[in-house]
């Protein structure tokens, strides 16, 4: 058996009419950028999460880098973040002149440490960016508490979590403003790079939405210096399509994460599964597991034809590019640990209950040497 760490054209092929359809009609209709498709998708996604506004970017890069200068964070603001995240949640940080500034994360959830927030913050810090990690919803309580003590914004980078819950409320509502991606590999993705801003403040959206038309709400008036970062319409109708299954979809991947999870529970010893939080609904954008020696593990599992891979091998403190920021090995153990051990086996909604069961069984197989 051959399996993909994530196969999409299954889900192609599932909905191929109603995709097909969809493009026609933007190729057909004439308007390619920022038309009415856009909009529909925009107003679609602010129901769906019960937001204001919804804004619709070229990818979740961008929809962190707008955001960021939308609140006038720049050179010499200092904004906390994870280090267990992909490396554009500090660059979107560091695009805008301020400077990330790492909080180790929380052990069982990976995502970033309520607790270790505190001790970042200096007369500098204007916001903390939250990343709800693999889909699992960060401790938002906590975040909001401490961010409402010392006034800092809270923009969640909700990239991996589109319609997974915090205490019943969609992650993405808590903070001043969130971002999502849709690059194809995302619980919501096109078919090509996109991203959207949510908030419920209207400065915010309207600061957003301009700064992603040059800085500027009437054309050819350019009142501040921004950006080319649009959704286009063939993304926009792909993606109001998918979004009538998103839910469906993350049922899928949970049921998957929860056959996963009891298949696995008695190599609990050796292979650590997901944690979820009580409070959660964890959507599972990525199925991670925790074991010593991965190396080898992943190396028997590819000659079985299951493919794995690390989400993330460097901790972004450690990254050759934040040399500058000055970060030494050990400080933040936490991730530095996990991304030593980490890795992802195949999650996406269409995997079938044979296949998790291979790669049990194969799992099972290799931990007991066989
Ligand atoms: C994917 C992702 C991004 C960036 O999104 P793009 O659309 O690829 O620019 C940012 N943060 C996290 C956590 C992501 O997973």
Same mark, same amino acid.
């Given at each position: 058996m051959q399996i993909e760490l994530i196969n999409l054209k299954r889900q192609y092929s599932d909905i191929k009419d109603e995709i097909n359809e969809a493009i026609e009609n933007v190729l057909e209709n004439g308007q390619y950028i920022l038309g009415p498709e856009e909009k529909a998708l925009e107003k679609e996604i602010a129901e769906y999460l019960g937001v204001k506004y919804a804004i619709g970017v070229a990818n979740g890069t961008d929809a962190l880098v707008l955001t960021l200068k939308a609140l006038n964070i720049g050179p010499g603001d200092e904004v906390i973040t994870t %280090? *267990?995240? *992909?490396?554009a949640t500090a660059e979107a940080i560091s695009h805008v002149g301020a400077v990330p500034v790492f909080a180790d994360v929380d %052990?069982?959830?990976?995502?970033?440490?309520p607790d270790l927030i505190e001790e970042k913050i200096t007369e500098r810090t204007k916001a903390v960016i939250p990343v709800h990690i693999f889909g699992q919803p960060c401790d938002m309580d906590g975040i909001i508490e401490i961010a409402k003590k010392h006034n800092l914004y809270v923009i969640e980078d909700a990239c991996q979590a589109m319609g997974a819950e915090y205490k019943g409320q969609k992650v993405g509502?808590?903070?001043?403003a969130a971002c999502f991606s849709f690059f194809p590999t995302k619980n919501l993705g096109g078919y090509g790079d996109g991203g959207m801003v949510v908030t419920n403040n209207s400065n915010i959206a309207e600061k957003v939405d301009m700064l992603r038309k040059h800085?500027?709400?009437?054309?050819?008036?350019?009142e501040v210096i921004g950006y080319n970062s649009r959704l286009d319409e063939l993304q926009a109708a792909i993606l109001r399509v998918k979004l009538r299954y998103l839910d469906k979809w993350n049922n899928m991947r949970i049921s998957a994460a929860n056959k996963y999870d009891s298949l696995l529970s008695d190599l609990s010893d050796i292979i650590k599964t997901p944690y979820k939080i009580k409070e959660a609904k964890h959507i599972y954008h990525l199925y991670c597991i925790q074991c010593e020696n991965r190396e080898i593990i992943m190396q028997k599992l590819k000659e079985r034809g299951i493919a794995t891979g690390i989400y993330y091998p460097v901790p972004l403190h450690l990254q050759k590019a934040h040399t500058n920021l000055g970060y030494k090995q050990g400080d933040l153990p936490v991730a530095e640990d996990l991304c030593k051990k980490i890795f992802a086996i195949p999650m996406f909604p269409e995997i079938s209950d044979d296949e998790i069961n291979y790669i049990s069984d194969t799992l099972h197989k290799i931990v007991k040497g066989a």
């Amino acid at each position: 058996m051959q399996i993909e760490l994530i196969n999409l054209k299954r889900q192609y092929s599932d909905i191929k009419d109603e995709i097909n359809e969809a493009i026609e009609n933007v190729l057909e209709n004439g308007q390619y950028i920022l038309g009415p498709e856009e909009k529909a998708l925009e107003k679609e996604i602010a129901e769906y999460l019960g937001v204001k506004y919804a804004i619709g970017v070229a990818n979740g890069t961008d929809a962190l880098v707008l955001t960021l200068k939308a609140l006038n964070i720049g050179p010499g603001d200092e904004v906390i973040t994870t %280090p *267990f995240t *992909f490396f554009a949640t500090a660059e979107a940080i560091s695009h805008v002149g301020a400077v990330p500034v790492f909080a180790d994360v929380d %052990p069982d959830t990976y995502n970033i440490n309520p607790d270790l927030i505190e001790e970042k913050i200096t007369e500098r810090t204007k916001a903390v960016i939250p990343v709800h990690i693999f889909g699992q919803p960060c401790d938002m309580d906590g975040i909001i508490e401490i961010a409402k003590k010392h006034n800092l914004y809270v923009i969640e980078d909700a990239c991996q979590a589109m319609g997974a819950e915090y205490k019943g409320q969609k992650v993405g509502t808590f903070g001043d403003a969130a971002c999502f991606s849709f690059f194809p590999t995302k619980n919501l993705g096109g078919y090509g790079d996109g991203g959207m801003v949510v908030t419920n403040n209207s400065n915010i959206a309207e600061k957003v939405d301009m700064l992603r038309k040059h800085g500027s709400q009437k054309k050819y008036y350019n009142e501040v210096i921004g950006y080319n970062s649009r959704l286009d319409e063939l993304q926009a109708a792909i993606l109001r399509v998918k979004l009538r299954y998103l839910d469906k979809w993350n049922n899928m991947r949970i049921s998957a994460a929860n056959k996963y999870d009891s298949l696995l529970s008695d190599l609990s010893d050796i292979i650590k599964t997901p944690y979820k939080i009580k409070e959660a609904k964890h959507i599972y954008h990525l199925y991670c597991i925790q074991c010593e020696n991965r190396e080898i593990i992943m190396q028997k599992l590819k000659e079985r034809g299951i493919a794995t891979g690390i989400y993330y091998p460097v901790p972004l403190h450690l990254q050759k590019a934040h040399t500058n920021l000055g970060y030494k090995q050990g400080d933040l153990p936490v991730a530095e640990d996990l991304c030593k051990k980490i890795f992802a086996i195949p999650m996406f909604p269409e995997i079938s209950d044979d296949e998790i069961n291979y790669i049990s069984d194969t799992l099972h197989k290799i931990v007991k040497g066989a």
